[in-house]
């Protein structure tokens, strides 16, 4: 499992970076894809730098994979992955990871991500996003179409379904800001955590974004692999990946790039629905083990408290710990 956007923070991975020379390799080859010192900026940097949408993605995928390298290296189990997913923009780290990508294109896509909607934000006015609990799904759904009905011309959708008593709101800042008391007074919302991010992400004010990364995607290597037949032994070693993938908009498991492409690209402005692409990885798989790969501790939280008891699950800092 690969975390998104709001995981980062300075100094990650450096000590990954001075220990582990395949940590360092990861780093050195981003810095030279984006022709940019982001790196220093990861380890030594200003902290609201950090968190720019164009800065933040491809520093936490960096972070990512950098930790996934270190991990292939100590041990077999991270070498193959049977199924990969990942939160938001951890949904590209994930196809990377699972062959689907390679470095270069994920780095530069989410670059352009990143400043796509840090321009689609600008243009949208004064936005927030808020995280809200206790609130189902359903009532979630009811609750922003409610604000709807009285501000037409405002967008308050759902972002994210992190826990099946957890959303996060995404919109214009009245419309959300209505919302939160609308929740407190009708829907028994307890808690509303206003977020610290520079874009209304997953909703339909990032129209364009979507259009941008759809054209990104098909692309990509993924997509180039698709329309030729593999026939010739460098071809067939170039293959698609077989790792299944399991992604945000419907919580399906996907080995086929054209769908997780399609997903990938629809995910800007539908709901990134976590609690499906849980129950998919503990009843529609037979993996009882799961790892969040990556800076933060928030999916492999989100996963203990949702899966069985038998199953097993940690996060990348317990795995260094332990190396």
């Known amino acids: 499992?690969?975390?998104?956007?709001?995981?980062?923070?300075?100094?990650?991975?450096?000590?990954?970076?001075?220990?582990?020379?395949?940590?360092?390799?990861?780093?050195?080859?981003?810095?030279?894809?984006?022709?940019?010192?982001?790196?220093?900026?990861?380890?030594?940097?200003?902290?609201?730098?950090?968190?720019?949408?164009?800065?933040?993605?491809?520093?936490?995928?960096?972070?990512s994979l950098a930790t996934l390298a270190v991990l292939q290296s100590e041990s077999n189990v991270f070498h193959e992955p049977s199924i990969v997913m990942g939160h938001s923009l951890g949904e590209f780290t994930a196809a990377c990871a699972a062959g689907y990508l390679e470095l270069d294109e994920a780095v530069q896509m989410v670059r352009a991500r990143g400043k796509a909607m840090e321009a689609a934000a600008a243009q949208a006015g004064e936005t927030s996003m808020v995280a809200m609990l206790p609130l189902s799904y359903e009532k979630s759904m009811a609750l922003c179409e409610e604000i709807q009905a009285v501000q037409p011309n405002h967008v308050c959708q759902v972002a994210n379904w992190n826990a099946t008593n957890q959303v996060v709101l995404s919109g214009h800042k009245a419309a959300v800001e209505q919302a939160i008391q609308l929740g407190k007074e009708k829907f028994k919302v307890r808690r509303a955590i206003p977020l610290d991010v520079s874009a209304p992400f997953h909703c339909s004010l990032l129209q364009s974004v979507e259009q941008e990364v759809e054209h990104l995607l098909q692309a990509s290597t993924g997509s180039k692999r698709r329309k030729s037949n593999a026939t010739t032994k460098e071809e067939k070693k170039n293959a698609p990946s077989t790792t299944h993938m399991i992604t945000n908009i419907n919580g399906t498991l996907q080995h086929d790039w054209t769908s997780i492409c399609s997903d990938l690209?629809?995910?800007?402005?539908?709901?990134?629905?976590?609690?499906?692409c849980m129950d998919t990885a503990i009843e529609g798989t037979?993996?009882?083990?799961?790892?969040?790969?990556?800076p933060g501790v928030a999916l492999s939280n989100l996963m203990k408290r949702h899966m069985p008891k038998h199953y097993h699950c940690s996060n990348a800092i317990e795995l260094i710990q332990a190396l």
């Open 1 to 63: 499992m690969f975390p998104g956007q709001g995981s980062q923070h300075i100094g990650m991975g450096h000590e990954l970076y001075k220990r582990y020379p395949m940590a360092r390799d990861v780093f050195d080859q981003v810095d030279s894809i984006l022709q940019c010192h982001l790196s220093q900026l990861i380890f030594h940097g200003d902290e609201n730098e950090l968190r720019k949408t164009s800065n933040a993605q491809p520093a936490i995928l960096a972070h």
């Open 265 to 276: 690209s629809k995910q800007t402005c539908e709901t990134v629905k976590w609690v499906r």
């Open 286 to 294: 037979d993996v009882e083990t799961w790892y969040e790969v990556g």
